[in-house]
Each structure stands twice: as C-alpha cells, then as structure tokens.
C-alpha cells in the first residue's frame, strides 16, 4: 500500500491483484490505489493494470467495458501475469452471449498456449455434450483440481451408463464410474453431485446412504427447496 501510494506501479499492480483475489474489493477504500490503476490501464496500456480493472468492471456487472479491457490487454504479447486469465473471462462473456465459436477460439488459445485449468474447463463448454474432445477438456480440468469438471464428468458417464443399460432391457445400471466422480466433487462441497448420488442410492436400493446425501445437500446455499422436494422421493 506504500508503495502503490508512492505512484510505484509494480507496488499498485501487487496490491490490487491480492485484493481482488481476497475478494473483498472496496472502491472508497483503495480509491488512490484504484486511480492509479486506471491511469496504468487506460494511459500507459499496461496488459496486467486493463486485466485487473476489467476483473473490477465485470464485478459491478460492466460486461461490455471489461470485453473492451481484456481484448485490449490481450491483443499483443501474452507474457504477463493474468493473460489467461483475461482470456478465459473474455471466453466466459461470448459464451455467455452465445458466441460458441468466438469462445472457442479465446478459450482454446488460454488452454493450448497458456495451459489454464480453468480454461480447458470453459472450452469444454463448446464442445458436443459428451463428446470425446469435452471429456478431454473436463479430465484436463479435473487434474488441477477444478470441481465442475469433477461433477461434469460424473454427469457424462451417468448418461452413458442409463443409454448402455436401455430403457426397457433387464440390464443393470452401472453407476460406478458416475459415482465416483461425483463423490470427489461432493466431497469438496458441490450440492448437485451430493443430489445425484442421492438419487444413485436410492436407485441401487441405498436409502439409508441416499438421505445422508440428500441431507447434505440441502445445506448447501440454493439446493435447500430442491432437497425439499427430493424428500418426498425417500420417504
């Protein structure tokens, strides 16, 4: 803070990045840091100053002047810290426009050139449901850690475990591989997974097993109504 109050752009650039990674930005009380940044960003063309503000501007729902920052900070040399970043959050608003192709694009350069997690979790978004090159993209994701892809990969192989089974035929389901996914992203707090393998046990005759996790999810933020319903299914 010093530093950054000093004019020193490296001390600015520092400190706003461990702020926003904190997640506790406070416009009034970085304003000069802010300032400074904006200065960075806007009249010397700093990549690292226009991604960090960009991040700032999508914060307060300002999607179109932080494309405007990130394509700007991303058009030259990608060597500079939170290049990918600016990438995957520009990939993250075209797909959010439906601009598949145009993410595809951003995205695949962010996990090709860069080799961002995050963006091969993103760039899985583009591809075929269930398609050989979306589970690619979800295995890379899931190796660094990334828990929707872990949830993601679940969902693939449940579909491909209820289509191999048939409707209609005396062949068992088998979960296994489904569950086992969504058991590694249940474990890190992920509720959709925690309602699938409730609804796994319940379908393999685990109710017991199935309440615990139909339990856990509905202390997880937004699936509370929907655990509600699902109780209905267990009793």
């Given at each position: 803070?010093?530093?950054?109050?000093l004019?020193?752009?490296s001390g600015t650039?520092?400190?706003?990045?461990?702020?926003?990674a904190?997640?506790?930005?406070?416009?009034t009380t970085?304003y000069?840091?802010?300032?400074?940044?904006?200065?960075?960003?806007?009249?010397?063309e700093?990549?690292?100053?226009m991604?960090?503000?960009?991040?700032?501007?999508l914060?307060?729902q300002?999607?179109?002047?932080?494309l405007v920052?990130?394509r700007?900070?991303?058009?030259?040399?990608?060597?500079?810290?939170?290049?990918?970043?600016?990438?995957v959050n520009?990939?993250?608003i075209?797909?959010k426009?439906?601009?598949?192709k145009?993410a595809?694009?951003i995205?695949?350069?962010?996990?090709l050139e860069?080799d961002?997690?995050?963006?091969y979790f993103y760039?899985?978004?583009?591809?075929?449901?269930a398609s050989?090159?979306?589970k690619?993209?979800?295995?890379?994701?899931a190796?660094?850690?990334?828990?929707e892809?872990?949830h993601n990969?679940g969902a693939?192989?449940?579909?491909?475990?209820?289509?191999?089974?048939?409707v209609?035929?005396?062949?068992?389901?088998?979960?296994r591989?489904?569950?086992?996914?969504f058991?590694?992203?249940?474990a890190?707090?992920?509720?959709?997974?925690?309602l699938?393998?409730?609804?796994?046990?319940k379908a393999?005759?685990n109710i017991?097993?199935g309440?615990?996790w139909l339990?856990?999810a509905?202390?997880?933020?937004g699936l509370?109504?929907i655990g509600?319903?699902?109780?209905k299914e267990f009793t």
């Amino acid at each position: 803070m010093s530093a950054s109050a000093l004019g020193d752009a490296s001390g600015t650039l520092k400190l706003m990045s461990i702020i926003l990674a904190s997640g506790e930005f406070n416009a009034t009380t970085y304003y000069n840091s802010l300032k400074h940044l904006g200065i960075l960003a806007k009249k010397d063309e700093n990549p690292q100053a226009m991604m960090l503000l960009g991040k700032i501007l999508l914060g307060q729902q300002k999607e179109r002047d932080a494309l405007v920052l990130f394509r700007k900070a991303t058009r030259g040399s990608l060597d500079f810290e939170g290049a990918a970043d600016a990438l995957v959050n520009i990939g993250r608003i075209l797909l959010k426009d439906g601009d598949k192709k145009g993410a595809e694009v951003i995205l695949r350069k962010a996990a090709l050139e860069l080799d961002d997690p995050s963006a091969y979790f993103y760039l899985s978004k583009t591809q075929a449901h269930a398609s050989p090159e979306q589970k690619v993209y979800l295995l890379k994701a899931a190796a660094s850690g990334i828990v929707e892809a872990h949830h993601n990969l679940g969902a693939i192989e449940l579909a491909w475990a209820q289509e191999k089974a048939g409707v209609g035929k005396e062949v068992p389901v088998d979960y296994r591989m489904a569950k086992e996914w969504f058991e590694v992203a249940a474990a890190e707090g992920f509720g959709l997974s925690m309602l699938n393998l409730a609804l796994i046990c319940k379908a393999t005759g685990n109710i017991d097993e199935g309440r615990k996790w139909l339990e856990r999810a509905k202390k997880v933020s937004g699936l509370d109504e929907i655990g509600v319903d699902m109780q209905k299914e267990f009793t």
